[in-house]
């Protein structure tokens, strides 16, 4: 019986053998009932004694993998069944052949020589106490430099002392959320649903605010006596890719200002601007009536979990003692190594070369709908919104031809069917596949489109 067992570099010789045993446990090579060798002869046949292969054994037996009874061997047990799956669920996993959804970058862009260089210098500067439990607001330098990256990028008044570090942008919603207790929060119809119901766990009561061809509609809030915060994405709103007109940008800083009320800005894909430098952030208009909420999940990658707010000041202390019990504070390597990457100005590089090259994505994707479609937002982010006069038609085609994409529907405040007064049209995420096939993404999206 030829076990094909690997030891991965640098693991212990019992410890590889019980990863490489319960891994081929896991994926079914050993199945259950299958007998395994006697231990002096795998033994031999590793070259290792024959008292690791026993403690293994022993090992693996007391987690349940194998079973052992004197004068049958060890065998490989029966591991129990995965509970059924919910109605739904399968269809839910299923992975489609081409992904154009919103809402994530192309991550095999992720800088890794760059961030292993600063992950490298970070550690070897480290003081000793930057391992311990750290500053609930984050470590110093990745504020200091955020502080004048913020500045110089986004035009965001950003004194290390009023930022706070998060494990993203969730994270810095739920705070603020917790923070503002049980208030009433007015987020943009359409908006990403998962973002209401963060606001909702977290305990505020959210209400609708439009979204037209030039943003948020501050007028709405101005006729509303109960709200007393708004979340807004300024730079390039999410799904209908608007940026907030500068008349609506005074007028909703005048609100915050006459009702005391605070304005989250989320700046979701601010550094991204095709057509012209990228829109100044709405809180350097007014640093003391926004919460400024930015993330390194479009420049770099989700899975550094790394975010930051910027506070006005009467908000500091509350936001970072809501951390503090949350989370204690974010880990600590990443900020380090981050902060390595912004001062190196190695951030920039990267960020400036993403636009390049999500630039070119953006042009493909309008060369392909040409002029027989209305596309709207494509002057900056990640995706686009695309009109169509039958979501559902549509939606059912891109399925059966693999393609997954987002849609208005799903967007609305209000569930159900769309109204004869809402848009219809497709959310177009333009980031997330590889380049290698982004071509061929394209290509199925015109059939789809076309009714083919």
């Known amino acids: 019986m030829d076990l094909h067992l690997e030891f991965g570099v640098g693991e212990g010789r019992r410890g590889g053998l019980e990863r490489a045993l319960r891994d081929a446990v896991r994926d079914g090579r050993l199945a259950p009932g299958a007998l395994l060798p006697a231990t002096r002869r795998l033994a031999e046949e590793l070259g290792v004694s024959r008292g690791t292969v026993k403690a293994a054994y022993d090992q693996l037996v007391a987690e349940g993998f194998l079973t052992a009874r004197q004068g049958a061997g060890t065998q490989v047990a029966a591991l129990p069944s995965v509970d059924a ?23 095999g862009t992720f800088p890794a020589d760059a961030w292993l260089r600063a992950l490298r210098r970070a550690i070897a500067t480290a003081p000793s106490l930057a391992y311990d439990y750290g500053d609930p607001r984050g470590r110093i330098e990745l504020r200091t430099a955020l502080s004048g990256y913020l500045g110089r990028a986004r035009g965001v008044l950003a004194p290390p002392e009023r930022i706070v570090i998060t494990s993203g942008y969730v994270q810095g919603l739920a705070l603020l959320t917790r923070v503002l207790d049980g208030a009433t929060i007015a987020m943009e119809d359409p908006g990403l649903p998962f973002h209401r119901e963060v606001v909702r766990r977290a305990g505020g009561r959210v209400v609708p605010v439009g979204v037209d061809e030039r943003g948020a509609r501050v007028e709405e809030l101005a006729a509303s006596r109960e709200v007393s915060a ?171 031809a693999g393609l997954a994409v987002g849609h208005l529907g799903e967007h609305w405040h209000t569930p159900g069917a769309v109204s004869g007064s809402r848009a219809q049209g497709l959310v177009v995420g333009y980031g997330t596949p590889r380049e290698r096939v982004y071509p061929e993404a394209l290509e199925v999206l015109g059939q789809v489109l076309e009714g083919g």
């Open 85 to 107: 799956e919910p109605p739904g669920a399968h269809a839910r996993a299923r992975v489609p052949r081409f992904d154009l959804r919103p809402g994530s970058p192309d991550v």
């Open 230 to 400: 708004v979340v807004v994405t300024p730079a390039h709103q999410y799904p209908t890719g608007v940026t907030l007109h500068p008349e609506r940008r005074r007028a909703l800083t005048d609100w915050a200002r006459a009702r005391d009320g605070l304005i989250v800005e989320d700046d979701y894909d601010g550094e991204f601007r095709y057509d012209r430098q990228p829109v100044g952030a709405l809180q350097g208009m007014a640093p003391g009536q926004v919460a400024y909420i930015g993330t390194a999940s479009k420049t770099l990658g989700p899975a550094l979990r790394l975010g930051w707010m910027v506070l006005p000041p009467h908000l500091v202390d509350a936001v970072a003692d809501a951390k503090l019990h949350s989370d204690h504070h974010t880990e600590t390597i990443g900020q380090l190594a981050l902060a390595e990457l912004i001062t190196s100005h190695a951030y920039d590089r990267h960020v400036r070369a993403c636009r390049l090259r999500y630039r070119r994505r953006r042009d493909r994707l309008v060369e392909l709908l040409g002029t027989r479609r209305n596309v709207r937002g494509i002057a900056a982010g990640l995706h686009a919104l695309v009109e169509v006069a039958d979501e559902a038609a549509v939606l059912a085609r891109a399925e059966e």
